[in-house]
């Protein structure tokens, strides 16, 4: 079961939420919050898996509440609701579940919850070979959301994650960790500790010195270093 903590300032969207979840057996809502300070209260006392949580609410609103919880031992997930579509964009930036709009659409709450179970599920019930089917990436004012067989290699710098595709570079400030498990179950391989490739567009290795070799890509004039310690791992891969 999959427990959850439903926060809104009004009754009547909190006993309409309670009552939609009810139907799914996976969900168990374990308590409510009636504002952003009383979340944070029972998210520390009841330890829920998941909030779905309103956006406008007075004093402490949603993203507030968001931003709090992720200092807290055990972070829940967030599925952030709203009557207004404004707040998408700043949602997915606290890494949102989903993100659903007022009056609650069945089918929109069906794909949040199929998503959360999803995330939930043991690793032996996960399907092997499943991969997602975009990477979701923020800029300031926008989500773009890429097909990964188009990222050529991600890399780390000045504090920021940068994916390369054929077209351009986008930045995001997830880490390389978190840029390569979103990426799991596609060809990507670290070939140093702060770079990543799809192995898909190596073209060239080439001895370097000490140990480590260079690495060109199709279509790309720069020369990615790799470390000695995965130079035995990438050929092994490559030559599968």
Known sequence: MIKALVVDDERFSRDELTYLLAKYDTIDVIGEADSGEAA????????????????????????????????????????????????????????A?????????????????ARLEKKFAPEEQVVEGTKPSK??????DDIHYLDPEDVMYVYRED???????KQRVY???????????????????????????NLHYIERLTPWFNGAYQLELCGRE???????????GLREELEL
């Open 40 to 95: 944070i209260m029972k998210t520390i006392q009841l330890q829920p898996d998941v909030l779905f949580l309103d956006v406008e609410m007075p004093k402490m609103d949603g993203m507030e509440v968001a931003k709090n919880v992720q200092e807290l031992k055990k972070v829940p997930s967030i599925i952030f609701a709203t009557a207004y579509p404004d707040f998408a964009v700043e949602a997915f930036r606290h890494e």
């Open 97 to 113: 579940v989903d993100y659903l709009l007022k009056p609650y659409e069945e089918e929109r709450l069906a794909d949040a919850i």
């Open 135 to 140: 990477l979701a990436v923020e800029s300031e």
């Open 159 to 165: 504090r920021l994650t940068k994916i390369v595709t």
């Open 171 to 197: 930045e995001t400030k997830w880490s390389l960790k978190e840029v390569e498990a979103r990426l799991k179950g596609f060809s990507f391989f670290r070939i140093h500790k702060s770079y990543l490739v």
């Open 222 to 232: 720069e020369k990615l270093s790799v470390s000695r310690n995965y130079v035995r």
